[in-house]
């Protein structure tokens, strides 16, 4: 049995000399993975809609105060113009794009504070908020992965992870958005459901495309990442997880890492799932 020296040790897991560029940076997940990729070694792009001194700030603060090399570019990613821009600055700046994380989405949160008390039920689930997140996170993710991987093609070589979500894979129990006292009982709406569970089939499109030319395309599901959310939400949460409590934003980074790295040299197409055992059972 031959042994493969660049394939031991933890350096496998380093992203030293490699740009990362990050869609949705600003928002919960994307600073702490901006962060986490940066502290492996990445030059990261920073993209989100946000201004780019608000991007830059979000991401002094999670990656406390570091001064690894990192650009912010204000992107809308349902915009093409925007989105070819941000490609070319990339490029400009780094020379190359190595990993693209794509992150940015819309969760519409439905419930108390919601538009016109819209508790996101499928029977009056408004069209105009339907079509809204078919732009951003299906029309988005074509923009955001066809500008990067014409730019990938170019260099041979590119690592695209996209992100899902539960449910990608499974169905919303809507017993984890019922607050304990009668009320405004929220269900997960169906616009998020739909749109996200395009990602795995995305992921293994491109992956078998790009197979030959050094292109790897991965998703990862997260689920339930902790965000100053009610008492009773947590306590619902807990009781319906097999690991009995939601995510830190932070248990994300070794699995996005792996999945940028090395490590992960062999995997391409697939979804790795990351969600305390929900889908398990
Ligand atoms: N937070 C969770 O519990 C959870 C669970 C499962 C999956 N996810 C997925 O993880 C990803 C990140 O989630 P998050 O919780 O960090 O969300 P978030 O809302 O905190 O961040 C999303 C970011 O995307 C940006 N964005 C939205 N529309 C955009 C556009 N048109 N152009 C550019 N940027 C835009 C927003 O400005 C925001 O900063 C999403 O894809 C989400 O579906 C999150």
């Not at 600003?26 to 001194?53: F, Y």
Request: proline share 5%; net charge negative; glycine share 8%.
């Amino acid at each position: 049995m031959s042994s493969d020296n660049a394939h031991s040790g933890l350096d496998i897991f380093s992203l030293r000399g490699k740009t990362a560029l990050v869609t949705g940076a600003a928002g919960l997940v994307g600073s702490e993975i901006s962060a986490a990729m940066s502290a492996a070694g990445a030059n990261i792009v920073l993209v989100d809609r946000l201004p780019e001194t608000e991007i830059i700030s979000r991401f002094k603060k999670s990656s406390h105060g570091s001064d690894a090399p990192a650009l912010a570019i204000s992107t809308d990613i349902t915009n093409r113009d925007s989105v070819d821009s941000m490609t070319a600055k990339a490029v400009d700046r780094f020379n190359a794009i190595d990993i693209l994380v794509h992150l940015a989405a819309i969760d519409a949160k439905f419930g108390e504070n919601a538009p016109d008390g819209a508790d996101g039920r499928f029977e009056t689930f408004p069209i105009d908020l339907w079509k809204r997140s078919i732009d951003v996170n299906i029309t988005g993710t074509f923009n955001v992965t066809q500008s990067i991987c014409i730019q990938m093609l170019k260099q041979k070589s590119g690592n695209i992870i996209l992100t899902g979500s539960t449910y990608s894979l499974v169905g919303p129990n809507n017993d984890l958005y019922k607050p304990p006292a009668p009320g405004n009982p929220m269900v997960k709406p169906v616009d998020y459901v739909a749109t996200k569970s395009f990602i795995p089939n995305y992921t293994r499109y491109l992956a078998t495309h790009y197979a030959k030319q050094g292109i790897r395309v991965n998703c990862i599901t997260p689920h339930g990442v902790e965000n100053e959310n009610p008492e009773w939400f947590k306590e619902n949460f807990a009781r319906m997880s097999p690991m009995g409590r939601m995510s830190r934003a932070s248990e994300l980074n070794g699995p996005f890492i792996f999945l940028a790295s090395e490590a992960s040299s062999y995997m391409t197409g697939s979804t790795l799932v990351v969600d305390g055992g929900w889908t398990a059972w």
